[in-house]
């Protein structure tokens, strides 16, 4: 049976990835692909109760702590979901993969790049996503409707109650990212409704999937 395809979306807070990743899902459906949408940190039963403990503000881990909890979901989500589905030739959608530890955990936190990068490939097994869709936003606007977000779910996200300075490193660290790998990693400007922006997410597309 063919490879299927492995697609990630990345990008800062409130830049409206998962409204992409419905539209994506519903676009591929209707051209007769299986898809399985799936996010991080998260995926398993085991990977959900670790993003629990991540995004609870009564913690407050240092980078290099929640690197490894996010890194054993990843090992988890890797395993058991994200290569089976792969190998029966699914499009997996994934929101957030290795490339959100490079970045919040490393560019952004400060954790030395090459303990990332050797944490992300032991994680995966060297698993790396076909095409990367990094959401741009002004930082600002993002900020505003990630938190209009958590009020309207009765709820703050630990991570996202980060400093405006931690999320600028946030994004310049994925378009940094998109220079270092312009193959893999496209970034996509996320202003606009959601059809405009879906438009340029379907651009960035490999061409098999559009
Ligand atoms: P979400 O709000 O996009 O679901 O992501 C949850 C939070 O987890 C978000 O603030 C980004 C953060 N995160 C990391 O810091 N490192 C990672 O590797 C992943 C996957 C998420």
């Known amino acids: 049976m063919a490879r299927g395809w492995f697609i990630?979306?990345?990008?800062g807070e409130g830049t409206g990835k998962s409204t992409q990743i419905e539209l994506?899902?519903?676009?591929?459906?209707?051209?007769?692909?299986?898809?399985?949408v799936?996010?991080?940190?998260?995926?398993t039963?085991?990977?959900?109760?670790?993003?629990?403990?991540?995004?609870?503000?009564h913690y407050d881990p240092d980078?290099?702590?929640e690197l490894f909890l996010l890194e054993a979901s990843r090992r988890e989500h890797v395993e058991r979901v994200i290569r089976p589905a792969i190998e029966r030739g699914e499009v997996v959608i994934c929101d957030r993969f290795a490339d959100s530890s490079t970045v919040y955990q490393g560019l952004a936190g400060g954790v030395p790049a090459?303990?990332?990068?050797?944490?992300?490939?032991?994680?995966?097994?060297?698993?790396?996503?076909?095409?990367?869709?990094v959401l741009d936003l002004?930082?600002?606007?993002?900020?505003?409707r990630a938190h209009r977000r958590n009020r309207d779910r009765g709820g703050a996200?630990?991570?996202?109650?980060?400093?405006?300075?931690?999320?600028?490193?946030?994004?310049?660290?994925?378009?940094?990212?998109?220079?270092?790998?312009?193959?893999?990693?496209?970034?996509?400007?996320?202003?606009?409704?959601?059809?405009?922006?879906?438009?340029?997410?379907?651009?960035e597309l490999p061409e098999a999937l559009r």
């Open 63 to 65: 980078p290099l702590t």
């Open 38 to 43: 799936s996010r991080e940190p998260g995926g």
């Open 157 to 203: 996200s630990r991570i996202d109650d980060s400093p405006p300075a931690f999320h600028r490193r946030v994004r310049d660290g994925f378009l940094e990212l998109a220079r270092r790998e312009p193959e893999r990693v496209r970034v996509v400007d996320a202003l606009g409704s959601p059809d405009e922006v879906f438009a340029r997410v379907l651009a």
């Open 114 to 133: 090459k303990t990332v990068a050797l944490l992300n490939e032991a994680a995966t097994s060297g698993l790396v996503p076909d095409r990367t869709l």
């Open 24 to 36: 994506l899902r519903q676009y591929l459906v209707e051209r007769g692909w299986t898809v399985l």
């Open 8 to 11: 990630t979306f990345e990008g």
């Open 45 to 57: 039963p085991l990977a959900e109760k670790i993003r629990e403990l991540l995004l609870d503000p």
């Open 138 to 144: 002004h930082v600002e606007e993002g900020l505003e």
